[in-house]
């Protein structure tokens, strides 16, 4: 049979030709666009520009996802205290076995402090807003009355000629200024959403007063046992508020202006303060060997390399390095895992403070926004402090490294803090809404199927029928 014949200035019809079907015809117009035939080969896709433009964009609606925050949060305290565990092992050992103890001695101690502060972070994740909001006048009342006990000659006890524990009995100690920070975000940001409820902030009284007096008076308790870098940690907390609660430029130079000015007088009046602010930035031990360990440090650093010497060959922890498993464990993890893990740490502190920082610029409840942003001040405050002291760019204040260093008393307060922040990121309308969306309906599977006791699985069927 001829084939049919195509007259001149017409076109074949679609998916055929003269000669029959086009086969390596790969789209049909359909109703004015361009749809592809099933089972034809797409084209290949631009250059390398297009893809990176494309991988781009998923990441960027991969980052804006409802859970990206809380899923941050979770993942970075995790590995951040992880890590820690392991380092506190490694760094600890000599220091352990040269006291007659077992190796694992501190790394015991601090494991039964991570087991009881991740039942706290699952507890404070879990408690309503509102739960937390009543707590905070107790838990500020409670970190008070132990704050003055430190105190008390015969139950407070000095440790390097800082007098803030508490002995529990046994090898347990307690520090409650490390408690203090966590009682002063929760209740000033209590205390500031009420104000902003009732339009009070917009009065510089309103937004000093009782803020600002009560965190001088945990200050002064702190100061009393010549404590610091808590303390400074804590002025950062107050600041942070401040900011928060809109203080004006202003009022809030003049804070900072007035807090400058006694920690100036506390440096100039303290010989060993004074010590320590000489061996900011020091390559040399000096005179009476008063910087050796800040220049440690630095050595620890410097012999890592790119990926350290291999993790518990470390040359520094054998004596070398004071308070190689508490203050000055970044060193340590420079030495052994070079500039590679150190890095890691911070992009780890770094994805938990933009997440931090992200819960509180979405929330629209104050006292989330408050307590969020207190949080987050307070743990990149004492992470910018301990990191910056080992690398020689800031004084050693003696604060450890969040989640990190050894210390029950510090893991324990930070650990409830970063289950606030997981509480605060699943309580936004979005993430709510993603979690009840991944629950299944009570009696009824989301894959069609269900489940009966003492029966196998059935399908559902439209009919009802089985």
């Known amino acids: 049979m001829p084939a049919k014949q195509v007259l001149p200035g017409r076109r074949p019809s679609a998916g055929k030709s003269a000669a029959g079907p086009l086969k390596g015809l790969r789209a049909v117009k359909v109703q004015g666009r361009r749809r592809p035939v099933p089972g034809a080969r ?24 409802p859970l990206t925050a809380y899923y941050l949060i979770f993942g970075s305290s995790l590995l951040i205290t992880v890590l820690g565990l392991v380092m506190v092992y490694s760094a600890s050992m000599i220091k352990a076995l040269q006291l007659g103890l077992g190796d694992a001695y501190f790394f015991k101690k601090q494991f039964v402090a991570a087991l009881i502060g991740t039942g706290l972070l699952l507890v404070a994740s879990r408690v309503p807003v509102k739960l937390h909001r009543a707590l905070s006048y107790p838990v500020l009342a409670g970190t008070l009355f132990l704050m003055v006990l430190v105190q008390v000659p015969g139950i407070g006890v000095s440790i390097n000629g800082n007098q803030n524990w508490i002995s529990l009995g ?21 205390l500031l959403a009420r104000k902003g409820d ?13 803020l600002v007096p009560v965190a001088f008076l945990l200050l002064g308790l702190i100061m009393l046992g010549g404590d610091m870098g808590t303390a400074m940690i804590l002025g950062a907390v107050l600041f942070g508020l401040l900011w928060l609660a809109g203080a004006p430029t202003r009022l809030f ?29 020091a390559t040399d031990p000096g005179k009476n060997d008063l910087c050796w360990q800040a220049v440690h440090g630095i050595y620890a650093l410097a012999s890592g390399g790119w990926f350290g010497s291999g993790l518990g060959a470390s040359v520094e922890k054998w004596g070398q390095l004071p308070e190689a498993h508490t203050d000055f464990i970044f060193a340590i993890t420079g030495e052994e895992l070079g500039l590679a893990g150190t890095l890691s740490v911070l992009a780890l502190f770094a994805a938990l403070g933009y997440a931090g920082i992200r819960v509180a610029g979405r929330t629209e409840d104050s006292f989330v926004r408050y307590a969020a942003g207190g949080v987050t001040t307070w743990i990149t405050a004492q992470a910018v402090i301990n990191i910056g002291a080992v690398l020689g760019l800031l004084p050693i ?16 307060p930070t650990m409830f803090a970063v289950g606030l922040l997981i509480a605060f990121a699943r309580e936004e309308p979005a993430a709510r809404a993603a979690l009840a969306m991944r629950q299944p309906k009570s009696g009824w599977k989301r894959t069609g199927q269900r489940w009966k006791s003492m029966r196998r699985r059935v399908k559902r069927r439209p009919s009802g029928e089985r």
């Open 42 to 65: 797409r084209p290949a896709g631009g250059g390398p520009l297009t893809r990176l433009r494309r991988t781009q964009r998923q990441l960027r609606r991969a980052w804006d996802r």
């Open 397 to 412: 204040a003696g604060v450890p490294l969040p989640l990190f260093s050894y210390g029950g008393s510090a893991l324990l």
């Open 170 to 190: 046994g090898p347990f100690m307690l520090q409650p200024s490390e408690f203090g920070k966590l009682a002063l975000i929760l209740w000033g940001a209590d």
């Open 253 to 281: 130079a003049a804070v900072l202006a007035f807090a400058g000015v006694i920690v100036a007088l506390l440096i100039r009046t303290s010989p060993h303060r004074m010590d320590r602010l000489a061996c900011l930035g």
């Open 198 to 210: 009732r339009g009070l902030l917009t009065q510089w009284k309103h937004l000093l007063v009782p």
